[in-house]
């Protein structure tokens, strides 16, 4: 294995010969200078499972993986498992944090018998399940991370400790997506579990409580996830920012904001409040029944007569919902006189809400979204299922509210596919009413016709030739 597909690893415990912790294997000869280094960092917390630390050290990426392997909150029982991947210098040094979240939990069923390096490959094989798995529950949970987001935008550049509640990998997992896309960069380094907040080395570190009077000096801004409410601005934009990442419109709004990298942070902050002071999109109502007519006054008593008709219906079989009824005439040798219905009473506006086609505003916000997915789209096939949505949408809509944005869509449409499919389709919407255009003959292709002439001379040409001889 090559020096980048690699990962050596040391292997923590219990020594009986040292009386104390210590590595007890290692793919590494000489493992001198690790335990002091790593040795803070070792604690894994006395609550079960696994808590990970993402560390640099000498030079290295250092990914601890951290157990008790009994029930005892004891020194013995401690495992760690050590991971030294590339350097700390190389952008894209790997174990990367996503790659550590999701997938260290499990590595240590992976050492070797045999001091041998690992295959990196091996390692990252089942990323793709197990990031998908985080993803889910990231979004799911996504709330309680605004506290955190809300010190990031702050601008403070002092590491972060958090008073957890929940899961400290899932919500590493989300703060990473998160920051990732509003500001470009996100936490590096990080440990799931410390007992208190004064240890330096990584950026971000999650306690279960907050330690006592002997860390007040500490040096870390302190976040607490029991008490979420910021009603400040930045509060409003980190609620609005993981409101969308859980919904999964948080890169549509970046794109749509014009967020990039390079941006400086106090610009970034700028275009997220002017998104939050923007008014609510309205959202298309569904059609709205007719609320039921006014009982009319009880008709008159009939003059007593020998042959009384029957009784009219009641009101609800004459008129119910939308749709009146208007009862049959009976049939019989004497004739019975039909009931008028009553004539209906004032009847309600109705929202404006019910007619979406009439709201610009909901045109324009659809005529985004189009446009953000056809700058998404890679492949003819993408621009095609694109382009059939507009026509169908573009279709319940009056034309008069769509032709001035329906050419927007024409540059991006180019780009993927030939004319003659983009063409026809836009002339339906922009002009419905149009006759549609004969079909003209391939053979009448212009193409054709040149192609005839020259090998009509060519074959002249030979006749003349053979005659001649």
Not at 135 to 159: F, K, N, Q, T, Y
Request: glycine share 6%.
């Amino acid at each position: 294995m090559g020096r980048y597909s690699s990962v050596d690893w040391i292997l923590f415990e219990w020594d009986e010969r040292r009386t104390g912790l210590g590595p007890v294997r290692s793919s590494l000869e000489d493992t001198r200078g690790w335990y002091h280094q790593l040795g803070p960092w070792l604690d894994p917390g006395p609550a079960p499972g696994v808590s990970l630390c993402r560390l640099m050290v000498d030079g290295r990426v250092v990914v601890l993986s951290r157990t008790r392997t009994g029930g005892s909150d004891s020194r013995r029982t401690i495992r760690v498992q050590a991971y030294l991947g590339g350097s700390a210098a190389n952008a894209s040094a790997m174990p990367n944090v996503r790659q550590a979240l999701a997938l260290a939990p499990g590595w240590g069923s992976l050492l070797p018998a045999d001091p041998e390096p690992l295959d990196l490959a091996v390692l990252l094989r089942p990323y793709a399940d197990a990031s998908a798995a985080l993803d889910r529950r990231a979004r799911a949970e996504a709330a309680a991370l605004a506290p955190i987001v809300s010190e990031a935008l702050r601008g403070h550049r002092e590491p972060l400790s958090v008073a957890a509640q929940g899961e400290a990998v899932v919500q590493l997992w989300g703060l990473v997506d998160i920051l990732d896309l509003v500001l470009g960069c996100y936490p590096e380094t990080f440990s799931t579990y410390e007992s208190d907040d004064l240890k330096q080395g990584a950026e971000v570190i999650f306690l279960q409580q907050w330690p006592g009077p002997s860390s007040r000096a500490s040096h870390r801004r302190r976040v607490d996830l029991r008490a979420p409410d910021q009603s400040d601005l930045y509060g409003e934009i980190a609620a609005m920012v993981v409101g969308a990442y859980a919904d999964r419109r948080l890169p549509g709004l970046v794109k749509r904001l014009r967020i990039h990298d390079g941006m400086a942070l106090e610009e970034r902050v700028e275009l997220l409040g002017a998104a939050l002071r923007e008014p609510p999109k309205p959202v298309p109502a569904e059609p709205r029944t007719p609320p039921p007519p006014e009982p009319a006054e009880p008709a008159p008593a009939p003059p007593p007569s020998a042959s009384v008709p029957p009784p009219p219906p009641p009101a609800s079989a004459v008129a119910s919902g939308p749709h009146r009824r208007v009862p049959s005439e009976r049939s019989g040798p004497t004739p019975v006189p039909r009931e008028e219905p009553p004539a209906p009473g004032p009847r309600a506006p109705v929202s404006p809400l019910a007619r979406p086609e009439a709201q610009p505003v909901a045109v324009r916000d659809a005529f985004d979204y189009f446009l953000a997915e056809l700058a998404e789209a890679t492949t003819a096939g993408a621009a095609r299922g694109i382009l059939r949505d507009v026509h169908a949408w573009a279709r319940t809509r009056p034309p008069a509210d769509v032709r001035s944005r329906l050419h927007a869509l024409v540059p991006q449409l180019e780009r993927l596919l030939p004319d003659d499919e983009v063409n026809p389709i836009l002339r339906d919407l922009l002009d419905p009413d149009a006759p549609a255009e004969a079909v003209r003959s391939a053979w009448l292709d212009p193409r054709w016709l040149v192609l005839a002439a020259v090998l009509l001379v060519v074959l002249v040409l030979q006749v003349v030739t053979t005659v001649l001889r």
